[in-house]
């Protein structure tokens, strides 16, 4: 967003004037989305400013869950699919509506439209405090977005590349039917796109509101257990899911903790967020007629 550094995110707006104020509240609107994207984009594809620590604990996880993954196969596979086909209907009805719950859009169609309306409310002819806030508020959602939105999309591709056949698919238990490159849903199995989801968001949420980190674990284990309750999927599905949301958000913290960007570059944990009082007020300006009429 439109914001130079306040304490929150280093963001240089130098480069955008107010220029020549555009005659409609909707030219106006369409002005500062076309600006705060602009200046979005160039502000995340900066080169990196600072240097940061290695990742040695998470290379570790990720090897684990890699491992974990593959023994899965062999070990687990065959048996959680014999127990999946032979749980109670009402059990798997339940789990076929949480399931839904793991989709992207829950998180990335609000992320998106919060990121649409501030972009559309900044303006250079806020306050630098107001300009500030939002630009904190931009930068912790636009994180959440990419966070769901890269991995997810990364698993689409590659689950379709690799071809793993799932469980319903032959009416037995073969954790190693594989169709590589054929491109076709029933085939698509490995990685799991709503676990990916899961997972990712959990990550994401608790790294900048900690918070949060109980409830969306135990969410985002509900629904890496309902892939395998449904059917859809098979354990080591979900648990190589884990692995490309934890792979992905850490890379994504990694690059915006180096344009200083939300996280510390220190130990990447989260920067401090603005009050809930000063985000109100922030807001407040954000909406008013005089600015939208600047």
């Known amino acids: 967003m439109n914001a130079p550094n306040a304490g929150f995110d280093r963001v240089d707006t130098r480069s955008i004037g107010p220029g020549k104020s555009p005659r409609s509240p909707v ?3 369409a002005r500062n989305i076309s600006q705060n994207v602009a200046l979005c984009s160039r502000v995340l594809i ?6 940061l620590p290695q990742s040695s604990p998470i290379i570790v996880l990720a090897l684990a869950l890699a491992a974990v993954a593959l023994v899965s196969m062999p070990l687990l596979d065959a048996s959680a699919l014999d127990w999946a086909r032979n749980e109670p209907h009402w059990f798997r009805g339940a789990f076929e509506k949480i399931t839904q719950f793991g989709l992207s859009g829950w998180f990335l169609f609000p992320c998106g439209f919060v990121l649409l309306f501030l972009a559309a409310v900044t ?9 500030a806030v939002l630009a904190a508020l931009g930068a912790r959602f636009g994180f959440v977005f990419l966070a769901v939105g890269l991995p997810g999309l990364f698993v ?25 490159f054929s491109w076709r849903p029933a085939f698509a199995s490995m990685p799991s796109g709503h676990a990916t989801t899961a997972v990712a968001a959990a990550i994401a949420i608790g790294a900048i509101w900690p918070r949060t980190r109980a409830f969306m674990w135990v969410y985002a284990v509900l629904i890496m257990f309902s892939r395998v309750a449904v059917l859809a999927h098979h354990p080591s599905d979900v648990i190589a899911s884990a692995l490309v949301a934890l792979v992905g958000t850490h890379l994504l913290r990694r690059w915006f903790a180096a344009r200083r ?8 944990r989260s920067k401090p967020a603005p009050s809930v009082a000063r985000i109100k007020a922030a807001l407040r300006q954000a909406i008013s007629s005089r600015n939208l009429a600047a």
């Not at 900066?46 to 240097?51: F, G, H, M, N």
């Not at 303006?123 to 300009?131: E, G, R, V, W």
């Not at 590659?158 to 190693?176: C, N, S, T």
Request: positive net charge.
């Open 156 to 180: 689409s591709i590659v689950k379709r590349l690799i071809g793993r056949a799932r469980p319903f698919v032959g009416g037995h238990e073969d954790p190693f039917a594989y169709m590589p």
């Open 123 to 131: 303006s250079p002819y806020l306050t630098t405090s107001a300009q």
């Open 261 to 268: 960007l939300v996280f510390r570059a220190s130990d990447l």
């Open 27 to 29: 030219q106006r609107i």
């Open 46 to 51: 900066r080169p990196k400013s600072i240097a």
